[in-house]
């Protein structure tokens, strides 16, 4: 008898402007890991629960867009573990942004470095979050590694 194939999820890990300065740019605010040093963690974590992770960035609004889109196509065809979204200034500007995660319908978790809420009073809104299945903020790097294990946690309660 043979095996049954299990099928493969993806996960995104999506990151906004600006975020490809990591360890140099604030480092008060942001630290001193670098935008390498968190796909390294993204790629381990994502990889410990056997998910094809693709790590991007940029710093163009239209990129971040497709790359919804595109984990909309795993989406509808079942494979998709979620996407972990720090989508940096974008958060508090981008309509597009939350027109795709909404059109698309993918579980997303919005994410940030530093903990938006005790910084300038701009930060406070998000036009994401009302389409994220959950917003983390202030856990530094290490909050993409434990915005994975939730997904992953997702995937345990749905299957």
């Not at 381990?44 to 984990?71: K, M, P």
């Not at 930060?123 to 915005?147: D, E, N, P, Q, T």
């Amino acid at each position: 008898m043979a095996d049954t194939p299990t099928k493969t999820l993806h996960l995104y890990v999506l990151n906004g402007p600006n975020l490809n300065l990591l360890g140099t740019r604030e480092p008060q605010v942001y630290g001193h890991q670098t935008l390498a040093d968190v796909e390294a963690l993204c790629q381990r974590t994502g990889r410990g629960y056997g998910f094809e992770v693709h790590c991007h960035q940029s710093n163009h609004e239209g990129d971040l867009v497709s790359w919804i889109h595109e984990a909309g196509l795993h989406h509808r065809s079942g494979h998709l573990a979620g996407i972990v979204l720090n989508a940096g200034a974008y958060t508090h500007t981008s309509v597009a942004l939350l027109d795709a995660i909404k059109g698309t319908g993918v579980p997303l978790i919005e994410l940030h470095i530093s903990n938006v809420h005790a910084r300038e009073s701009f930060r406070h809104h998000s036009y994401i979050a009302s389409a994220a299945k959950a917003v983390m903020c202030g856990f530094g790097v290490m909050g993409y590694g434990l915005a994975i294990d939730a997904i992953a946690r997702w995937q345990e309660t749905t299957t």
